[in-house]
């Protein structure tokens, strides 16, 4: 079967540092994706990893290992702003266009 | 410039009822999809358009039509509305020149009695 796997909530304090991690089993595969979703709110784009290695995007880099199924999204310098749920997404299963994405990681940021 | 827009944002319905949801983008984007979220789940596909006069099932399209209308507007239908369909209801579009970059509209919140 198809799935994703991401922890379900991560708790950190102001200015440190999170990893988040999402390993993934799908038929297809072209790409794995990061959104931000606030309470409510709809979900924003946040990175995206086709080749294995290290993107980075300010304060958040993605990384991807292709050959072990397996991506992680860094949260640098935390701000009270990024708590947050965090979706790590594969694009390509079934067929090309489609998503599936992970059942997120809520992220909590303490003063 | 809307982006995604999406009516209505909120609504209850009473089980069989019937009901559409709304779905427009202003981004001249080709592919555009249509989710539910649940309660501490992520995203699961109903259905997907890659462009006007196709769609194609997702991971959850039982209970669910769509009609993707014209370039612009992708439809959701529930026929007979069940409390299991009670959901945050999400379109999304997608730039065909980055392919893996989503942007969604605000969501309905569904609540079926």
């Known amino acids: 079967g198809q799935s994703l796997e991401q922890p379900s909530e991560v708790t950190a304090v102001e200015g440190a540092i999170v990893q988040i991690n999402c390993t993934y089993q799908t038929s297809g595969f072209y790409g794995l994706s990061w959104y931000q979703q606030h309470d409510g709110g709809a979900p924003t784009f946040l990175s995206y990893?086709?080749?294995?290695g290290l993107e980075e995007t300010g304060r958040f880099s993605s990384f991807l290992s292709r050959s072990d199924s397996y991506g992680y999204l860094l949260l640098q310098e935390l701000q009270m702003k990024d708590s947050a749920s965090y979706f790590c997404a594969v694009g390509g299963t079934d067929s090309w266009g489609k998503f599936q994405f992970g059942a997120g990681t809520q992220v909590v940021v303490t003063p | 410039n809307a982006g995604v827009t999406q009516t209505p944002k909120f609504q209850v319905l009473k089980t069989g009822q019937s009901m559409t949801l709304q779905c427009a983008q202003d981004?001249?984007?080709?592919?555009m999809y249509w989710y539910r979220q649940d309660p501490g789940m992520g995203l699961r596909l109903i259905y997907y358009s890659a462009s006007e006069g196709t769609t194609d099932k997702g991971e959850v399209p039982n209970g669910y039509n769509v009609s993707r209308l014209n370039k612009r507007e992708f439809s959701l239908r529930l026929e007979s509305a069940a409390p299991s369909q009670t959901s945050v209801y999400f379109c999304?579009?997608?730039?065909?020149?980055?392919?893996?970059?989503?942007?969604f509209g605000p969501g309905t919140r569904l609540t079926v009695t």
């Open positions: 990893n086709a080749l294995d």
């Open positions: 981004m001249n984007h080709n592919s």
């Open positions: 999304a579009s997608r730039t065909d020149r980055t392919a893996y970059e989503q942007y």
